[in-house]
C-alpha cells in the first residue's frame, strides 16, 4: 500500500474518530453522567430490607406498605425521584429504584432528612433534646422559631386465640415540640396553652370552632394550634 493511501486512511480514521466524538459528547457528557451513575451506585447500596415472613395484620410500615416516590439528603448529597420508605417498627429508611428491585437500608449515620410523597421526616441524633430519642421524626410544623415532631412507632404484638397465634402491628405516636432547642412532649389542647400562656385564648378559640374531623386527626389539630402560637 502507496504512503498516500496510508494518510488518507489516516485522515479518514481521524475525521471519524472526530465526528464521532463530537456527537457522543453532545448526547452523554461522560463526566456528568458518570458522576451521577456513582453516586446513585452509592444509595443504593447496604443491607437488604426484607419483607416479614410471618402473617400479621396492619403494617410496619409508617403509613403503607407501598414505596412512594420522594427524596432524601443522604452523604452530603440530595437525591430525588427515589421510592422510599419507613419501617416504623425497626426506625429505618431503605430505597429501591424500582419496585421489581428489593428495596435498601440507608446507613442512619448519614441521612439527614428525606421526604415519603410530601411527607418531611427528619433524623434527630442522640441526646440532641432532652427526653427525645434519636431516630426518625416527621415535622408537622417548622417556622424557624418552634417545630412541631411526630414519632411513629409500630409495636408488635402476638396474641393467642383458639389455639392459633394471631400477630399484629400496632401504632403508637408521640408528638414533641421544640422551642429554643427545647423539647416537650406534647399531651393535647392543654399543653400547648401550658407552653403558649400568651395565646390561651387563640388556642381555646381554635379548639371550639374546628370541625369535627379536625379534631379527630391530631396532626392536623396540632398543627392549626401551632397556626396561632407563631
Not at 57 to 76: I, L, P, R, S
Not at 81 to 96: A, E, F, G, Q, Y
Not at 168 to 178: A, G, N, Q, R, T
Not at 202 to 215: G, L, S
Request: charged share 30%; net charge positive; proline share 2%.
Amino acid at each position: 500500500m502507496s504512503v498516500k493511501c496510508l494518510h488518507i486512511r489516516a485522515v479518514l480514521v481521524l475525521l471519524l474518530a472526530l465526528s464521532f466524538g463530537e456527537v457522543s459528547g453532545q448526547q452523554y457528557p461522560q463526566k456528568s453522567y458518570q458522576e451521577s451513575v456513582d453516586m446513585q451506585s452509592l444509595l443504593y447500596r447496604g443491607r437488604v430490607e426484607r419483607r416479614y415472613a410471618y402473617r400479621y395484620q396492619g403494617t410496619y410500615f409508617a403509613y403503607q406498605d407501598k414505596y412512594v416516590k420522594g427524596e432524601v439528603y443522604f452523604n452530603k448529597r440530595h437525591y430525588s425521584d427515589v421510592l422510599i420508605n419507613l419501617n416504623s417498627h425497626r426506625d429505618r429508611v431503605s430505597v429501591t429504584k424500582s419496585e421489581g428491585h428489593l428495596p435498601v437500608i440507608l446507613d442512619r449515620r448519614y441521612v439527614e432528612w428525606f421526604k415519603i410523597g410530601s411527607r418531611l421526616f427528619v433524623n434527630i441524633e442522640e441526646d440532641k433534646y432532652q427526653g427525645v430519642d434519636g431516630g426518625y421524626y416527621e415535622v408537622l410544623f417548622d417556622d424557624g422559631k418552634n417545630r412541631l415532631l411526630k414519632r411513629i412507632y409500630k409495636e408488635y404484638k402476638e396474641i393467642l386465640e383458639r389455639d392459633v397465634v394471631e400477630r399484629e402491628f400496632l401504632s403508637k405516636i408521640d408528638y414533641y415540640l421544640v422551642i429554643g432547642g427545647k423539647a416537650e412532649k406534647v399531651h393535647g389542647m392543654k399543653s400547648f396553652a401550658k407552653m403558649f400562656p400568651q395565646c390561651k385564648k387563640d388556642i381555646k378559640r381554635v379548639n371550639r370552632e374546628v370541625p369535627f374531623t379536625v379534631k379527630e386527626d391530631k396532626d392536623l389539630l396540632y398543627k392549626a394550634y401551632m397556626e396561632v402560637v407563631r
